[in-house]
């Protein structure tokens, strides 16, 4: 749990502004911008990510040097695996999942993370 | 194994490791606590160990929210979930945590409503996609997770849904740290301060450390090249005879922290008087408890709980190991009542704990050692 996952900001909800889409590494999911409230990001800035939320602001050469440090820590999946969770994309009746992308559409992902979920 | 081949900057890993061997010189032995169990996994991942020289030993801190959840903690949210229309909802690291009665995976397999969530807020939204149910979120982590529980209860209250609680088990470095200074037998030189948390605190709270324990404190980044710069930036601390809260994460961690997330927990949260730590036992206004505005999204006064405490297995030495004065490998059970696939200290379940690291990583060691010469 102590690890960040580096995402950069694609839009933010035009009815909420504490709501973001990110994308991380292709895959786009929704965060909460909330606890950025002092430093607001827009779209095109990097954020550091835990549990869906945004915790700070990063340069781009800086998100880049995360996810490499995730790669080499091994973390890259179980990072890809908590990013994809979020939104709660593995229940039927989630009236999110237009943002899914298609690799979450894998019969066998919840099955995966019973074995293995967690968050880093 | 690739690990080496992973590495960036190879040739300034191998300045940094020279010139921790000139400033460790032979004379000394240092005893250096990393405190994140981030920085505990990434040191066997990488064999940094064998990248130190030998009068240099880490000491694997308390910094695994999963590692120091004593076990009754777990009975107790359990025992919540037993209720009827009740879902218990955590992050996957919990879902293999043994209670008394076997881990939450378990009692999902005997019919309890369990769900992995990734986030806070999908605990949340679980509540709203099940509103004749009643979602208990499962929380745990230090001040990097605690924010986003606090603002998914701030959002719980001001769109007034009722059918959710949480269970809150967060818990905060500082007092732990503290307690680990007092013990008596523990003797530390200096401390690895932990990376993601201090995002939040900023680097401000570490200072006592500094100015009243006489400990210097680097706050790390993750890569083998910022552990490295960070033990060098502690030895020249050492040998200058100084003191003083460094922060070699500048790129990531804010000297001053998060304030907004800070005043989202302080607007939901307050400390509790004691709080059991596995392994460290009680200690003072160490963890976080709902405070009465939020008290219909507090589990522990919304529904009963039964306060179960549990002692650890008797031939288990969690509580040695996390205080840092056994190794992984001096408990009686490592690797053979206790592996990661059957375990029976915490410690042994994340992958952040130091047990599972090390058994994780130990056994790759020899090729390791071998291609890590190469390097440093």
């Not at chain 2, 605690?146 to 949480?166: C, D, H, W, Y």
């Not at chain 2, 460290?280 to 529904?303: C, H, M, P, T």
């Not at chain 2, 375990?343 to 050692?369: D, N, Q, T, W």
Request: net charge negative; hydrophobic share 40%; aromatic share 6%.
């Amino acid at each position: 749990m102590c690890l960040a996952i580096p995402g950069k900001i694609v839009e933010i909800a035009s009815d909420n502004p504490e709501s973001a889409l990110v994308d991380v590494v292709g895959v786009r999911r929704k965060i909460d911008l909330g606890l950025l409230h002092d430093d607001k990001p827009a779209p095109g800035d990097w954020v550091l990510i835990h549990v869906g939320f945004a915790m700070s602001k990063i340069s781009e050469h800086d998100a880049l040097d995360q996810m490499n440090t995730l790669r080499m820590l091994g973390e890259i999946d179980g990072a890809m695996q908590e990013v994809k969770g979020y939104g709660l994309d593995d229940q039927g009746d989630d009236p999110d999942t237009d943002d899914a992308d298609a690799e979450t559409g894998d019969a066998g992902l919840s099955e995966v993370r019973m074995k293995d979920g967690k968050v880093n | 194994m690739k690990y080496v081949d992973e590495f960036r900057q190879p040739e300034l890993i191998s300045r940094a490791a020279d010139e921790i061997r000139r400033l460790a010189g032979t004379e000394r032995h240092y005893r250096m606590m990393e405190v994140c169990g981030g920085h505990t996994h990434a040191i066997y991942r990488f064999g940094l160990k064998d990248i130190l020289p030998q009068n240099i030993e880490l000491i694997h801190g308390p910094g695994c929210p999963v590692c120091v959840l004593p076990m009754g903690r777990i009975d107790d949210g359990l025992s919540i979930a037993q209720q009827p229309d009740v879902i218990f909802a955590a992050f996957g690291d919990m879902m293999r945590v043994p209670g008394t009665q076997g881990s939450p995976l378990e009692h999902k397999a005997r019919g309890m409503d369990v769900r992995i969530v990734y986030s806070p807020s999908d605990a949340l939204k679980l509540a709203r996609l099940n509103p004749d149910k009643h979602v208990m979120f499962f929380a745990i982590g230090f001040e990097t997770t605690a924010p986003s529980t606090a603002l998914t209860m701030m959002r719980a209250k001001a769109e007034g849904i009722q059918n959710f609680s949480v269970f809150c088990n967060h818990v905060t470095i500082i007092p732990a740290i503290r307690a680990i200074l007092d013990s008596p037998d523990m003797r530390l030189d200096a401390f690895i301060g932990p990376g993601h948390v201090s995002t939040v605190i900023g680097c401000r709270p570490y200072e006592w450390i500094a100015q009243n324990e006489r400990k210097p404190i680097v706050v790390s980044g993750f890569e083998p090249l910022d552990m490295l710069q960070s033990i060098v930036m502690l030895l020249r601390q050492l040998q200058a005879g100084a003191c003083k809260v460094e922060n070699q994460y500048k790129r990531v961690v804010p000297w001053e922290g998060n304030h907004a997330a800070l005043r989202a927990m302080a607007e939901v949260f307050q400390l509790r008087p004691y709080f059991e730590w596995r392994g460290l036992g009680f200690i003072s206004q160490s963890a976080l408890r709902v405070n009465d505005k939020y008290a219909e999204w507090d589990a522990e006064q919304r529904f009963q709980v039964p306060g179960i405490r549990v002692t650890d297995p008797k031939a288990a030495q969690c509580g040695e190991v996390l205080k840092g004065v056994l190794k992984p490998h001096q408990c009686k059970l490592f690797g053979r009542e206790c592996t990661p696939e059957h375990p029976i200290g915490a410690l042994m379940v994340s992958s952040e704990g130091s047990c599972a690291a090390y058994h994780s990583y130990e056994h790759r060691k020899a090729a390791m050692v071998t291609s890590l010469t190469s390097i440093a």
